[in-house]
């Protein structure tokens, strides 16, 4: 189908047919750059709901801290957090 329309418009067969072959090549490129990007952002999405789930049970320490302590100025609080780090 590509080679008859580059005959059609001139070109001889071998040209025709070199000029389908460099089309195809491209059109073929686009689609695994395409479907490896997709394929990134599935992986990229996994690792990130495998990393969110823990994240979610880790306690803040500093926080816990700072309620044992009674702490309510924020000033206070940021040096309770700053010691503790």
Known sequence: ???GGFIHNGMSAGQ?????LMILQGMVTK????AAFADVFLVTALLCAIGIIPALF??????KSVEEK????????????????
């Open 1 to 3: 189908m590509l080679q």
């Open 16 to 20: 025709a047919h070199s000029a389908g």
């Open 31 to 34: 689609q695994a750059s395409v």
């Open 58 to 63: 880790i306690k803040d320490a500093t926080k």
């Open 70 to 85: 009674g702490i309510t100025s924020m000033l206070e609080r940021r040096a309770v957090m700053l010691d503790n780090s």
